[in-house]
């Protein structure tokens, strides 16, 4: 794939998770290849099926879920897209946000054959109340300083 081309697709890509939204998870067809991989600190995944599934489960359990893209980069097939997760674990609980970053590998057509997310799951746990309190302790007891 070309770097123009490359570049363009992942900027596709982008728009496309800044625009998700539970009721047009058919989209992802126009990003992923049929048999791609999915993988972030909770789950490893094939396939467009399991994919849209994975997807619409953050939907299902999460209020009001988003991505703001703050980055995107790539070189040759190989893209990357910093990003914060934004939503609340039920309507009327306080916003929360996750910051990450994902990593995917595109075939000949742009199309994602390997998306795996990086982010800290301790920063998920944080959120969690009473679980939550005890991550933030761990977290403060563990930093230097």
Same mark, same amino acid.
């Given at each position: 794939?070309?770097?123009d081309? $490359? /570049? /363009?697709?992942l900027?596709?890509?982008?728009?496309?998770?800044? %625009?998700? *939204? @539970?009721?047009?998870l058919?989209?992802?067809?126009? &990003? +992923? #290849?049929p %048999?791609?991989t999915?993988?972030d600190p909770?789950?490893?995944v %094939?396939?467009? =099926? $399991?994919?849209? #599934?994975q997807?619409?489960?953050? +939907? @299902?359990?999460?209020?009001a =879920? *988003?991505?703001?893209v703050s980055?995107?980069?790539? %070189? !040759?097939?190989v893209?990357?897209?910093?990003?914060?997760?934004h939503?609340?674990?039920?309507? !009327?609980a /306080?916003?929360?946000?996750?910051? !990450?970053?994902t990593?995917? &590998?595109?075939? #000949?057509?742009g199309?994602?054959?390997?998306?795996?997310?990086y982010w800290d $799951?301790?920063?998920? +746990?944080?959120? &969690? =109340?009473?679980?939550?309190?005890?991550v933030?302790r761990?977290k403060?007891? #563990?930093?230097? !300083?």
């Open positions: 794939m070309e770097i081309a $490359a /570049s /363009s697709a900027h596709r890509i982008a728009r496309v998770f800044e %625009q998700l *939204r @539970a009721d047009q058919d989209v992802l067809t126009q &990003v +992923y #290849a %048999q791609a999915f993988q909770f789950n490893r %094939q396939g467009l =099926p $399991a994919i849209t #599934a997807f619409a489960h953050m +939907y @299902a359990k999460l209020h =879920p *988003r991505f703001v980055e995107v980069t790539g %070189q !040759g097939n893209g990357w897209m910093t990003w914060d997760f939503f609340a674990l039920r309507k !009327g /306080s916003a929360q946000v996750v910051a !990450g970053a990593r995917f &590998v595109l075939d #000949a057509q199309l994602v054959m390997d998306h795996r997310d $799951a301790c920063d998920f +746990y944080a959120t &969690v =109340p009473v679980l939550g309190a005890v933030r761990l403060r007891a #563990a930093a230097a !300083g």
